[in-house]
């Protein structure tokens, strides 16, 4: 089984990247934040790997964070949920938002991911709200108001770490609690406190 891969971004586009190594290209399907946390093509990336394997196919699922990847591998565990799903699933929400939604039993932030139902949204809380227990739930960016838990996640995605970024957006909120209310004014305020 192919569990870490590392070599050089051949191509990416959002759900796959090829990534060559040993003079193999291989066929990697990804989520949209590790698309997005992805280096340019031609650079060197390191990908967590998940091999599924069945009679009539061979697939390569590939993860940046390695909490992405167990979360991923949970989820393929609910009856109903494939790897496709699972797929659509982290890159509807990022991993520390799923997991505080499937603990605080929140329906309506899981039916908002395309292809999860209600039904299918009671299934994964039922069966995963107790095996979630050793992945940490995001703390709620405190009163930064309704921009910030977007802003958070682009700012992790982007490669800061999520307490430098959640610092910069209380710090930029702070100063100025207009932001609060703006995705694009929010963000760039961060940056500034964040560089």
Request: aromatic share 4%.
């Amino acid at each position: 089984m192919i569990a870490h891969l590392r070599g050089r971004l051949f191509s990416k586009q959002p759900g796959q990247a090829i990534v060559e190594a040993g003079g193999v290209g291989y066929d990697v399907v990804i989520s949209i934040p590790t698309f997005t946390a992805l280096p340019g093509e031609g650079a060197e990336v390191s990908l967590h790997i998940h091999t599924q394997v069945r009679e009539d196919l061979l697939a390569l699922y590939g993860f940046l964070d390695l909490n992405e990847k167990r979360l991923f591998e949970r989820l393929i565990t609910v009856t109903g949920v494939g790897p496709k799903l699972a797929i659509t699933i982290l890159s509807g929400l990022n991993p520390e938002r799923t997991v505080a939604a499937i603990r605080a039993q929140d329906h309506a932030t899981l039916t908002h991911i395309p292809g999860v139902g209600k039904k299918l949204a009671e299934r994964l809380v039922v069966e995963l709200k107790d095996k979630l227990e050793d992945m940490a739930a995001a703390p709620a960016v405190v009163s930064a108001g309704p921009a910030a838990e977007d802003v958070l996640s682009a700012l992790v995605n982007l490669g800061y770490q999520r307490p430098a970024a959640q610092k910069a957006i209380e710090t930029a909120v702070a100063k100025d609690k207009s932001l609060a209310q703006d995705f694009d004014s929010l963000f760039r305020a961060a940056l500034k406190v964040i560089r």
